[in-house]
């Protein structure tokens, strides 16, 4: 991509009306732009990471057996009805009347929709487990929305429902869901805990919270240190192993974990004081078992091996992309930007030509960019004829991980600059050697 032809609309000035440094460096970027209270367009840039990390969620969601569909943001009121939230759900939902007068609704969530298709459809134990889900547009009348996207009115959620014909059966599901998460957000660069956490309007039995660490976080949560350095499944997990996932869960529940909903002082208090860790943190994912709660009064019941019918057990499984974006932000970022990890980074380089206009400078980032980009990689160039410290701030605020950059003095030897966003490390090499180190 030239950013000459590009659309990144970066803001010089710190924005007055964001508070955490997410949110300002999301709108400096040009990543995000608010249309009302709550409800954001995603721009170029911002789309892009958006993009990354949803690959990554449906990736492992995939591994963890769980297939893909799209339902619809608008739901009819009825499904609501018969499940008992249409009265329960309170003023966060957004409801709305078609022209002929019919209430409908903008969903907050999915559990009555998911239900009604599994009913209509699915009959036997044999076509048990299931696990649907979709990323789609959300919407909740939040009180107060704040902080960018992190808390929108209008957000994305990558949400998942699990079918299945016993508890036991649906711990699996569960479980399968557990190890998904932790190698989601890992993947995503972040650190998160599973916390014991109040099952909400959502209803249930079994639920936890995925939480980041962070300052600004809007939970107050408290666990054992020693959550922090844990291993991660591997991309080998044997996510039909009932036992292999059964350890993983129970090893990460193994220590003290709560938001403060679900705190217990006492328990607490019995980790050993060097060991605890009381602080803020973000929900990223939030998953929870809740047995029949939709299955019965939807009347969602599969033929058992038994012949009979059996009510469904199912769960529930979101993690919020458009809060994800921020919380990476809120984890990895300095004093000139943001810095993003290379898997959800909106380009994987950027060079910087410092004399746009010069013969060999054009020239050097020419040949760059085109063998990079023909190599997959996800180029920017920064062609534009802007000073060469305007386009140094520019890539450093956008976070991308390797800047390249060409000034008339060192292109004059065959060289370019390579810089490390991370560490600030500059290497001067041959361009060829530029290239060969991220083509190979
Ligand atoms: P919170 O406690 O933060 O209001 P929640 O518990 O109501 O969230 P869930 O119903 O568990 O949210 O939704 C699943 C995921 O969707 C959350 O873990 C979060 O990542 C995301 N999410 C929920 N509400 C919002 C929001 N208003 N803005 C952005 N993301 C959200
Ligand atoms: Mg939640």
Known sequence: MRLSRYFMPILKENPKEAEIVSHRLMLR???????SQGIYSWLPLGKRVLDKVNAIIRDEQN????????????????????SGRYDAYGKEMLRIKDRQDRPMLYGPTNEEMVTDIFRSSVKSYKDLPLNLYHIQLKFRDEIRPRFGTMRSREFMMKDAYSFDLTREAAEHSYNKMFAAYLRTFDRLGLRAIPMRADTGPIGGKLSHEFIILADTGESEVFCH?????????????????????QAIFDKWTSLYAATSE?????????????????????????IFYFGTKY??????????????EHFVHMGSYGIGPTRLVPAII???????????PASVAPF???VINMKAGDQACDDTCELIYAALSKAGKDVLYDDTDDRAGTKFATADLIGVPVQIIAGPRAVANGEVEVKDRKTGARETMTIEAAINRFVA
């Open 29 to 35: 970027a040009g990543m995000i732009r608010q249309q």
């Open 63 to 82: 591994r963890a057996g769980a297939i893909e569909l799209s339902m619809p943001t608008l739901q009819s009121a009825e499904l609501w009805q018969e």
């Open 225 to 245: 240190k020693d959550f922090v350095d844990f291993d991660i499944p591997g991309e080998h997990t044997d996510f039909d192993s009932v036992e292999g996932l």
């Open 262 to 286: 679900m705190h217990d002082e006492a328990a607490f208090n019995a980790v050993p004081e060097g060991d605890r860790l009381s602080a803020r943190g973000i929900e990223v994912g939030h």
């Open 295 to 308: 299955s019965e009064p939807m009347g969602a019941k599969v033929q058992g091996p038994d012949g009979k």
């Open 330 to 340: 809120e984890a990895s970022h300095d004093n000139s930007g943001i810095i993003w």
């Open 348 to 350: 994987d380089i950027v």
